[in-house]
């Protein structure tokens, strides 16, 4: 009976944070501003991160964000963690350029299973990976160092370093040389 309250009560606390992150501070004309109530409400961000306005975030507890990174604006971030146990949540690394509207789920349901199951694991998305807009990124996947995923490509699968990748789903278009990147994003401007 304790287990039922206490899941009942952490949905409770998502849905109001995700209502709060997603309608209060995501219309917040300031990234400093933002970033203080992300990192309040358990989001690990590291310095020079920016998230551009009405991003959707799912779970702040379980998404963390590397150094010099930027998140677009209308970006969906899932961090949740439904079943004991599960490995679900976003792990971005430093240097990510992450494009507007782009989705990154962590949680989605098994079709296969009688109960419509969630199945949850990690996202990881590696150092100065640039992600397009509206890309689809689908839980369990990794995103090596220096990818390029293209504008509305849905990625099922991971992706090695230094590939580019497009299309639905999302295929190997091209390489990139990652062996001397060393670039930094610093574009965080005061109202995105």
């Known amino acids: 009976m304790q287990k039922k309250i206490?899941?009942?009560?952490?949905?409770?606390?998502?849905?109001?944070?995700t209502g709060f992150l997603w309608w209060i501070v995501g219309g917040i004309p300031s990234h400093y501003f933002r970033r203080f109530f992300y990192r309040l409400a358990g989001m690990k961000i590291g310095a020079g991160s920016t998230i551009h306005m009405m991003a959707r975030i799912y779970d702040p507890r379980n998404i963390t964000i590397?150094?010099?990174?930027i998140i677009g604006e209308m970006t969906t971030l899932d961090g949740r963690r439904q079943?004991?146990?599960?490995?679900?949540g976003i792990i971005i690394g430093n240097h990510v350029d992450i494009a507007s509207q782009v989705m990154i789920w962590s949680s989605e349901h098994d079709l296969h299973d009688p109960n419509f199951k969630p199945i949850e694991e990690p996202v990881v998305i590696e150092?100065?990976?640039?992600?397009?807009?509206?890309?689809?990124?689908?839980?369990?996947?990794?995103?090596?160092k220096g990818a390029v995923v293209g504008a509305g490509a849905v990625v099922t699968k991971s992706v090695p370093s230094g590939t580019i990748i497009g299309g639905v789903p999302a295929k190997p278009i091209g390489e990139r040389d990652v062996s001397k990147l060393n670039y930094r994003l610093g574009r965080a401007r005061?109202?995105?």
């Open 6 to 17: 206490e899941r009942r009560l952490n949905a409770i606390w998502l849905e109001f944070v």
């Open 66 to 69: 590397g150094e010099d990174s």
């Open 190 to 192: 005061w109202f995105q």
């Open 83 to 88: 079943l004991e146990g599960s490995k679900g």
């Open 127 to 144: 150092d100065y990976v640039f992600i397009g807009p509206r890309a689809i990124i689908l839980p369990g996947v990794t995103i090596g």
